[in-house]
């Protein structure tokens, strides 16, 4: 199958996808009824298989990856919450990444840069690890940044390394807060707020030492070329 017959099938299957999920399904996605569902299963073995395929489906369907993160904390609290929703992410992370390689070529890269990614292919391109970290970081749709790393030629253990260390923040962030606040802990609103800016000046000073490792690794990189 060529790339363009690739790239022909794969966005029929996501449009169509988002149509029938958001009509159909888009109410079992709901933070509110997943919960219900996985509470409703109580410890047993099957509720963090379902959550994953949840988390999967979800998410290829344009749900905002936060809202799964905090449907896990409200579930299993901040332990074994934030490990049940990293685990689940770096899986379809995975699977995204590795349906844009097999989509590939020019066809998903011109697809993409169409939409205002070409920024992102460059920098996935030519940062590897450390550019996944810091992208991580930016709120853009989960599968457009996992489909825009498979698109790219960077390494995929470059990927498997950048993409489970850039989760981990927002996996922490969100699966405490949500705990917290279903926990109905004393001062939990305001225990809420300082978390989330504590947790913002993290974010963005990971990103800005990502970014700092990526220009030094480059700078040595054009040095020792020369």
Request: net charge positive; charged share 10%; with cysteine.
């Amino acid at each position: 199958m060529s790339s363009r017959a690739k790239l022909l099938l794969l966005i029929v299957l996501i449009a169509a996808g988002a149509v029938i999920g958001r009509s159909s399904l888009g109410a079992h996605f709901e933070a509110a009824t997943v919960i219900a569902t996985l509470r409703s299963l109580g410890n047993s073995a099957a509720a963090i298989p379902l959550y994953f395929l949840i988390f999967g489906l979800a998410t290829s369907l344009f749900t905002p990856a936060v809202a799964m993160m905090i449907t896990a904390g409200v579930t299993w609290g901040f332990w074994p919450g934030w490990l049940v929703v990293w685990g689940a992410a770096n899986v379809w992370a995975n699977v995204h990444f590795l349906v844009g390689r097999w989509v590939a070529g020019d066809e998903l890269t011109r697809w993409l840069r169409q939409r205002g990614a070409a920024w992102l292919l460059r920098e996935l391109d030519h940062g590897g690890a450390l550019t996944t970290i810091m992208v991580r970081q930016l709120p853009f749709p989960f599968p457009l940044v996992n489909l825009a790393g498979g698109a790219s030629p960077m390494r995929w253990r470059d990927w498997v390394v950048g993409n489970a260390v850039g989760l981990v923040p927002n996996c922490l962030i969100y699966t405490q807060l949500a705990a917290a606040l279903a926990d109905g802990v004393d001062g939990a609103k305001e225990a809420a707020a300082y978390r989330v800016i504590t947790a913002a000046v993290g974010v963005i000073a990971l990103g800005l030492v990502s970014r700092w490792l990526q220009r030094r690794f480059a700078l040595a990189k054009g040095a020792a070329a020369q």
